[in-house]
């Protein structure tokens, strides 16, 4: 990995945000793109407050707060990324959008930049076929939050090479990350099953929110129960994940549930509104 050359990230919400923030401790110059109106200076909030935290959990290795802010630089034109060897994009779970944004980055930049998605559920085969390149896309499915997860689930295409994986197996250690070689997307796979299945649950009125990941928690020995998984995920993300592995699954299991739904509509998405399957106190 050439240190002189910046990685980019696109999106700062939470995920774009802590993949900065990774990336930035471990000494790289990065690049955050995003085109929404005050996405940015969110995602400057995010990074800080990220930052703050890591500080307070005494997380190593560290950058020192100001050092990191330093490597970072914002912009809302993605052809500031030209000059990148490696791109991971973190826009929401949505097809024409990552589709939109794998057409341009293909443009963009060096023919030897590898362009990974922080995808949970988007086929890899997807993505490239929108880049004359598929041999450099993959997935790095960061887990959220990014800086304080070890583990990365790297899912590598039909056509992606054996130097991209290296090269991204490289990039994680160094930021220090485990990433886990996978032919398809087992996380979200499993767990989405298991959080729609929960929102049914609720739904049917069989149990309250509390109960389920109680039962998940005490009986199963879950560090959290999957509709509290989904409050820190995001509702709104959970949706359009299960979205997408509905269409290319065809599996009847993963239609999100109504409940979930009438959350989502509600403006419900969990804690970053502080309120989802359960409620959270507000700043």
């Not at 409940?259 to 804690?271: N, S, T």
């Amino acid at each position: 990995m050439n240190a002189a050359r910046p990685i980019g990230v696109i999106g700062a919400g939470t995920m774009g945000a802590g993949v900065a923030q990774c990336l930035a401790e471990a000494g790289h110059e990065v690049i955050v793109v995003d085109p929404v109106p005050g996405a940015l200076e969110a995602g400057r909030d995010r990074l800080r407050e990220g930052l703050r935290l890591g500080k307070q959990l005494r997380r190593l290795p560290s950058a020192p707060q100001q050092d990191a802010l330093a490597h970072v630089r914002w912009t809302e034109e993605i052809t500031e990324l030209s000059g990148a060897e490696f791109v991971i994009e973190c826009a929401p779970e949505r097809l024409a959008l990552k589709d939109k944004v794998f057409g341009e980055l293909d443009v963009v930049c060096r023919p030897d930049a590898v362009l990974a998605s922080c995808t949970s559920t988007v086929p890899v085969e997807r993505l490239a076929a929108n880049t004359r390149r598929p041999k450099r896309v993959l997935a790095t499915h960061f887990m959220n939050p990014a800086p304080l997860k070890r583990s990365v689930e790297v899912v590598r295409g039909p056509l992606t090479s054996d130097d991209t994986v290296d090269r991204t197996l490289e990039l994680l250690a160094g930021i220090g990350k485990l990433g886990i070689v996978v032919g398809d997307f087992v996380a979200n796979r499993t767990v989405l099953l298991a959080v729609n299945e929960a929102a049914h649950v609720v739904q049917a009125r069989t149990a309250d929110p509390s109960t389920v990941d109680k039962i998940f928690q005490e009986c199963l020995g879950h560090a959290m129960g999957p509709l509290a998984t989904a409050d820190l995920i995001g509702l709104d993300t959970v949706l359009d994940s299960l979205v997408v592995l509905q269409e290319y699954t065809n599996d009847p299991r993963f239609a999100p549930s109504r409940l979930l739904a009438d959350l989502v509509c509600a403006g419900h998405l969990g804690r970053k509104t502080g309120r989802g399957f359960h409620s959270y106190p507000t700043r």
